[in-house]
């Protein structure tokens, strides 16, 4: 299992950047998955997720600036991120789970944990100016 990140990069407040998040070794329609970042200092948090069903979960810091979605088609996760802030600034990694495991989550919130997650990427770099 192969998660490659790409499309991060510097851009000014209120600007746009889509993260993109390929996919190999496995079928990401049968995967929860999901967006972290870590800014330097501070602790990684849960971005975004979607489920294999298509369900999506988001941070309280992000509902309605970014989305995520994915092509199962093209085995590749994305994140749309629009009317960017400095304190997004961070290391963005995109992280997957069996869904035979997310189906036993008991509760959606499970999905923005980290440590609930297998599968990890290296990470695209967000650098947001004011």
């Known amino acids: 299992v192969q998660l490659v990140e790409s499309g991060g990069g510097s851009v000014q407040a209120g600007g746009s950047l889509t993260l993109s998040c390929a996919a190999s070794?496995?079928?990401?329609?049968?995967?929860?998955m999901g967006w972290f970042r870590q800014a330097p200092g501070k602790e990684r948090e849960g971005v975004a997720a979607?489920?294999?069903?298509?369900?999506?979960s988001y941070a309280d810091s992000v509902k309605g600036r970014f989305t995520i979605s994915k092509d199962n088609a093209n085995n590749t996760l994305y994140l749309q991120m629009n009317n960017l802030k400095p304190e997004d600034t961070a290391r963005y990694y995109c992280?997957?789970?069996?869904?035979?495991?997310?189906?036993?989550?008991?509760?959606?919130?499970?999905?923005?944990?980290?440590?609930?997650?297998?599968?990890w990427g290296q990470g695209t770099q967000v650098t947001v100016s004011s």
């Open positions: 992280a997957a789970v069996p869904d035979f495991v997310s189906r036993a989550w008991i509760s959606p919130a499970y999905r923005l944990r980290g440590s609930e997650y297998s599968y």
């Open positions: 070794g496995y079928t990401i329609s049968s995967y929860c």
């Open positions: 979607i489920d294999s069903d298509g369900s999506t």
